[in-house]
């Protein structure tokens, strides 16, 4: 593979992956993300290997590369922000019962009581 079409698919996955920022299908987001995650690294691979050829990279290229780097950082603080909504999103439809007792109260050696149902957890 060639670092311009390595690039080209960089450019593509980032593309991808603002595209599924704004959606809200959660397998384009991840399927994006891990798309965007090996298009870069075949990228560093193939401009580490160009570099250590010795030979100078062409200021389009070098200029694309730029600028697709400078978007990492805001689509890194987009995905952080899109995890914590998530994070939250869960936390309101699986609240965390403040009860450390287990679903079995009985089955531990304790006496049952009565008490609103809950989701169950594991312990460990």
């Given at each position: 593979?060639?670092?311009?079409?390595?690039?080209?698919?960089?450019?593509?996955?980032?593309?991808?992956?603002?595209?599924?920022?704004?959606?809200?299908?959660?397998?384009?987001?991840?399927?994006?993300?891990?798309?965007?995650?090996?298009?870069?690294?075949?990228?560093?691979?193939?401009s580490?290997?160009?570099?250590?050829?010795?030979?100078?990279?062409?200021?389009?290229?070098?200029?694309?590369?730029?600028?697709?780097g400078?978007?990492?950082?805001?689509?890194?603080?987009?995905?952080?922000?899109?995890?914590a909504?998530?994070?939250?999103?869960?936390?309101?439809?699986?609240?965390?019962?403040?009860?450390?007792?287990?679903?079995?109260?009985?089955?531990?050696?304790?006496?049952?009581?009565?008490?609103?149902?809950?989701?169950?957890?594991?312990?460990?």
């Amino acid at each position: 593979m060639q670092l311009t079409d390595s690039l080209e698919q960089a450019e593509a996955a980032v593309q991808a992956l603002t595209t599924a920022l704004a959606g809200t299908d959660a397998q384009a987001l991840e399927t994006s993300s891990t798309g965007l995650r090996d298009a870069f690294m075949s990228l560093a691979v193939l401009s580490q290997q160009h570099s250590r050829s010795g030979r100078p990279l062409e200021d389009g290229l070098q200029q694309r590369i730029a600028a697709i780097g400078s978007q990492l950082g805001p689509l890194r603080e987009q995905l952080a922000r899109v995890s914590a909504m998530t994070g939250h999103k869960v936390a309101a439809l699986l609240p965390a019962h403040p009860s450390a007792s287990p679903t079995y109260e009985a089955l531990a050696g304790r006496p049952a009581r009565p008490s609103p149902a809950r989701i169950y957890r594991s312990e460990g």
